[in-house]
């Protein structure tokens, strides 16, 4: 099939996608595919199972729009619902983590420099800076992209999968990839690309070791690497299979050092990527993985968590960077020098909690909902897991001698290594694994592969035969565009970026000025049950809005639900003061868009004023943008 004919398969994939995201589709669909787990999962592995099936560049389109659509539904659930999350407020706006890297990135964007908490993992806010400078700031393009760049990199390791194992591993492979990733649609949080990134690393590993192409091999470690810097995990991966690279299939300490020099070239070079974003990008005292302090010590303490040091040394935890994480490993280094037990209970409690049946172990990714009890339908799945899980490890001591089991044993004896320094009490629901969550579900694929050819059934023949080819170049230039966009774009962005001159506002007394843009898809507005037309980003029916905020039943939340209707909840990066802050703005009509500079008094309730709260006095437009609101 020519380049003409996949492009036009992948324009209408594409289509598809644009049009969940852009029709306001039932809620039931989007938060269905967001939270449920009973009918999403068989639904998607037959449909999916049978699209990896359909041959030639329009089969492979079939495949590639239901990705597309499957990956953006879990967004569009929560522009229908605005519900509001740990990371985000009425379906869209970022809150605690999510919200400094947004604002990290919305100052990339005008030309300043990324805060010491982002510098940590410099790559999502550059990824990020990328996206809204492309769609003009416009916060829900931004996410939309975002999300369409996981469902690209995940169908693409998935199809890997599919073309060695059959339709259904790969299936297997891309369903709990997109179970993984429905609960960071719609945030900034850093998951979505070290899952991105991850899943083209594992998808080059893959195709290299059946292929045998070095250089393939050294491009997915490349990639793995990469996706490691954009979301910190289980690092010791990289040394093992920088270890297998060496000794695969090779004899002579002279071809396995150079072929281990190869790999540690590939891994510095993603490292050296990464290392250059933090000097160019960050502000003075900015360091690349400063939190692993944090949990450096709390496995010291014998793995009390991450938060352990707040009590231990709460002088030290306040202190700015580069002291901070210095004087932190220092305290973590001593105690495991004067009570290496405690080092070992640590590691010991992390095993055990890795392997935790529950929605806190390995498999409890599965889970995506807010409650804090692991339901029955997810017991079921993770037990499920575990057993595909061990029957892919026979499979895997059956077949010892193909490149791939290699691949696998080496990479999963280095993710084991990595749980005491990844502990899941700080994982978050195998969140801090984003970058090796394609290694981990392929071992349940590769579970359902050896299962079904050892029941020989004629009517799984064709689910398990190995599938057509995907065009390698596919691969290679995808793997291409989302590194480069990660790792150059945002200096070009902060190169080309022409900082506002714009002074505050005068305001009057017990108010605040504030300057910022405001862009298209960056605003929440609530408005009442009655009113007309469809609830669909922006607009926020007033009781979904309730019902969304009081879910995590904190005060922030509730507070924002007791707000008179119809508001508009606008965050703004001042650009004088450099903060971002939260601006309401009564009334039925959204804030205008452009360069705005504004006069707000401060809510003082309980839960919003200590949050920069502020209601919005007075809107003055600066410099209007084109186009709708």
């Given at each position: 099939?020519?380049?003409?004919?996949?492009?036009?398969?992948?324009?209408?994939?594409?289509?598809?996608?644009?049009?969940?995201?852009?029709?306001?589709?039932?809620?039931?669909?989007?938060?269905?595919?967001?939270?449920?787990?009973?009918?999403?999962?068989?639904?998607?592995?037959?449909?999916?199972?049978?699209?990896?099936?359909?041959?030639?560049?329009?089969?492979?389109?079939?495949?590639?729009?239901?990705?597309?659509?499957?990956?953006?539904?879990?967004?569009?659930?929560?522009?229908?619902?605005?519900?509001?999350?740990?990371?985000?407020?009425?379906?869209?706006?970022?809150?605690?983590?999510?919200?400094?890297?947004?604002?990290?990135?919305?100052?990339?964007?005008?030309?300043?420099?990324?805060?010491?908490?982002?510098?940590?993992?410099?790559?999502?806010?550059?990824?990020?800076?990328?996206?809204?400078?492309?769609?003009?700031?416009?916060?829900?393009?931004?996410?939309?992209?975002?999300?369409?760049?996981?469902?690209?990199?995940?169908?693409?390791?998935?199809?890997?999968?599919?073309?060695?194992?059959?339709?259904?591993?790969?299936?297997?492979?891309?369903?709990?990839?997109?179970?993984?990733?429905?609960?960071?649609?719609?945030?900034?949080?850093?998951?979505?690309?070290?899952?991105?990134?991850?899943?083209?690393?594992?998808?080059?590993?893959?195709?290299?070791?059946?292929?045998?192409?070095?250089?393939?091999?050294?491009?997915?470690?490349?990639?793995?690497?990469?996706?490691?810097?954009?979301?910190?995990?289980?690092?010791?991966?990289?040394?093992?299979?920088?270890?297998?690279?060496?000794?695969?299939?090779?004899?002579?300490?002279?071809?396995?050092?150079?072929?281990?020099?190869?790999?540690?070239?590939?891994?510095?070079?993603?490292?050296?990527?990464?290392?250059?974003?933090?000097?160019?990008?960050?502000?003075?005292?900015?360091?690349?993985?400063?939190?692993?302090?944090?949990?450096?010590?709390?496995?010291?303490?014998?793995?009390?968590?991450?938060?352990?040091?707040?009590?231990?040394?709460?002088?030290?935890?306040?202190?700015d960077e580069p002291q901070r994480s210095q004087e932190i490993y220092a305290l973590a280094?001593?105690?495991?020098?004067?009570?290496?037990?405690?080092?070992?209970?640590?590691?010991?409690?992390?095993?055990?909690?890795?392997?935790?049946?529950?929605?806190?172990?390995?498999?409890?990714?599965?889970?995506?909902?807010?409650?804090?009890?692991?339901?029955?339908?997810?017991?079921?799945?993770?037990?499920?897991?575990?057993?595909?899980?061990?029957?892919?490890?026979?499979?895997?001591?059956?077949?010892?001698?193909?490149?791939?089991?290699?691949?696998?044993?080496?990479?999963?004896?280095?993710?084991?290594?990595?749980?005491?320094?990844?502990?899941?009490?700080?994982?978050?629901?195998?969140?801090?694994?984003?970058?090796?969550?394609?290694?981990?579900?392929?071992?349940?694929?590769?579970?359902?592969?050896?299962?079904?050819?050892?029941?020989?059934?004629?009517?799984?023949?064709?689910?398990?035969?190995?599938?057509?080819?995907?065009?390698?170049?596919?691969?290679?230039?995808?793997?291409?565009?989302?590194?480069?966009?990660?790792?150059?774009?945002?200096?070009?962005?902060?190169?080309?970026?022409?900082?506002?001159?714009?002074?505050?506002?005068?305001?009057?007394?017990?108010?605040?000025?504030?300057?910022?843009?405001?862009?298209?898809?960056?605003?929440?507005?609530?408005?009442?049950?009655?009113?007309?037309?469809?609830?669909?980003?922006?607009?926020?029916?007033?009781?979904?809005?309730?019902?969304?905020?009081?879910?995590?039943?904190?005060?922030?939340?509730?507070?924002?639900?007791?707000?008179?209707?119809?508001?508009?909840?606008?965050?703004?990066?001042?650009?004088?003061?450099?903060?971002?802050?939260?601006?309401?703005?009564?009334?039925?009509?959204?804030?205008?868009?452009?360069?705005?500079?504004?006069?707000?008094?401060?809510?003082?309730?309980?839960?919003?004023?200590?949050?920069?709260?502020?209601?919005?006095?007075?809107?003055?437009?600066?410099?209007?943008?084109?186009?709708?609101?």
């Amino acid at each position: 099939m020519s380049w003409l004919s996949w492009l036009a398969g992948m324009s209408a994939a594409l289509a598809a996608a644009v049009w969940v995201l852009t029709t306001p589709l039932p809620r039931v669909v989007g938060l269905s595919a967001r939270y449920d787990l009973t009918l999403v999962v068989p639904a998607a592995l037959i449909l999916l199972t049978l699209a990896f099936r359909l041959r030639g560049g329009w089969g492979q389109s079939a495949a590639l729009g239901l990705t597309l659509v499957l990956f953006c539904l879990p967004l569009a659930g929560l522009w229908a619902s605005g519900a509001s999350e740990s990371y985000t407020v009425g379906g869209l706006l970022p809150y605690s983590d999510a919200q400094v890297y947004y604002r990290d990135a919305l100052r990339v964007t005008e030309g300043d420099l990324l805060s010491s908490f982002s510098a940590r993992r410099p790559l999502f806010p550059a990824f990020l800076a990328g996206a809204l400078a492309l769609s003009g700031r416009n916060l829900q393009a931004a996410l939309a992209l975002t999300a369409l760049v996981t469902a690209v990199s995940c169908w693409l390791a998935a199809r890997e999968m599919a073309r060695t194992h059959g339709s259904l591993a790969g299936a297997v492979v891309l369903v709990g990839l997109f179970l993984f990733s429905r609960r960071f649609t719609g945030t900034t949080m850093t998951e979505s690309l070290g899952l991105a990134l991850g899943a083209l690393g594992w998808g080059l590993l893959w195709r290299g070791a059946a292929e045998g192409r070095l250089w393939t091999i050294a491009a997915g470690l490349a990639l793995s690497a990469l996706a490691l810097n954009a979301r910190a995990g289980a690092f010791f991966t990289l040394a093992l299979w920088v270890v297998w690279l060496g000794v695969w299939g090779v004899k002579g300490w002279p071809r396995i050092l150079g072929r281990a020099a190869l790999g540690l070239a590939a891994v510095g070079l993603a490292f050296g990527a990464n290392l250059l974003l933090v000097k160019t990008l960050s502000a003075p005292g900015g360091v690349a993985f400063a939190n692993f302090a944090d949990t450096l010590y709390g496995l010291a303490a014998g793995g009390k968590g991450w938060q352990q040091i707040e009590a231990d040394a709460p002088q030290v935890a306040k202190l700015d960077e580069p002291q901070r994480s210095q004087e932190i490993y220092a305290l973590a280094l001593e105690r495991m020098r004067t009570r290496p037990q405690d080092t070992l209970t640590g590691a010991l409690r992390a095993w055990g909690d890795f392997f935790r049946p529950d929605r806190e172990g390995v498999f409890g990714f599965v889970d995506s909902q807010l409650n804090l009890e692991t339901r029955l339908s997810v017991r079921v799945m993770i037990w499920g897991l575990y057993a595909l899980s061990a029957a892919g490890l026979w499979g895997m001591i059956r077949r010892r001698r193909e490149a791939w089991v290699g691949l696998l044993a080496f990479g999963l004896a280095g993710l084991l290594l990595s749980v005491p320094f990844v502990p899941p009490v700080d994982a978050g629901r195998m969140r801090a694994y984003a970058a090796s969550l394609p290694l981990l579900v392929t071992l349940p694929a590769l579970g359902v592969w050896e299962v079904g050819t050892r029941l020989r059934l004629k009517v799984l023949d064709g689910w398990l035969a190995a599938e057509a080819d995907t065009p390698r170049g596919l691969l290679w230039g995808w793997a291409g565009v989302v590194s480069a966009w990660s790792c150059v774009g945002a200096l070009a962005v902060f190169a080309l970026a022409q900082p506002s001159t714009a002074a505050a506002p005068q305001c009057a007394q017990g108010e605040k000025g504030f300057v910022f843009h405001h862009a298209a898809g960056s605003t929440v507005q609530v408005i009442a049950d009655e009113a007309a037309g469809a609830a669909w980003l922006p607009r926020v029916h007033e009781s979904l809005f309730e019902r969304g905020s009081r879910t995590l039943a904190t005060d922030f939340y509730g507070d924002l639900a007791e707000l008179p209707v119809p508001f508009s909840l606008v965050q703004a990066n001042d650009l004088n003061r450099g903060g971002m802050v939260w601006l309401v703005v009564t009334g039925e009509d959204l804030p205008p868009r452009g360069l705005a500079a504004v006069c707000a008094a401060k809510i003082n309730t309980p839960g919003l004023g200590w949050r920069n709260f502020y209601t919005v006095r007075r809107w003055e437009v600066l410099a209007p943008d084109g186009g709708g609101q």
